[in-house]
């Protein structure tokens, strides 16, 4: 079992930043890849950038430039740092970890941004 807490979501205008962190505990061992997922009303979730084990990183195309996904091993922490926010970032945002037997879902925490 791997368990997820994130944190770091809130209210900012456009143009903003903010940070986004997700701690995991329980079976850390078992992760591949740890990734951020969000959802806005009336629409599906998707994937918004992932980091493997070894370092890889991908992104969503629509936020290459302005986000960043990182990781601190002996926090057992990722980081989703967030710049340059738009309106259409505004969701709540998921942590995921893609684990030996399962993936397993973080509760969300909501991102709205201001215009």
């Known amino acids: 079992q791997v368990q997820l807490v994130e944190s770091g979501g809130g209210l900012v205008q456009a143009g903003g930043s903010l940070r986004l962190s997700c701690a995991a505990s329980?079976?850390?061992?078992?992760?591949?890849?740890m990734g951020w997922y969000r959802q806005a009303p009336g629409k599906q979730r998707e994937l918004v950038a992932a980091?493997?084990?070894?370092?890889?990183?991908n992104y969503a195309d629509s936020v290459k430039g302005r986000f960043t996904i990182s990781r601190d091993n002996a926090k057992n922490t990722v980081y989703l740092q967030m710049n340059s926010l738009k309106p259409e970032d505004t969701a709540v945002y998921y942590c995921?970890?893609?684990?030996?037997?399962?993936?397993?879902w973080g509760q969300g925490t909501q991102v709205t941004v201001s215009s």
């Open positions: 980091i493997t084990s070894g370092g890889s990183t």
């Open positions: 329980g079976s850390i061992f078992s992760i591949n890849a």
């Open positions: 995921a970890a893609d684990a030996t037997g399962g993936d397993y």
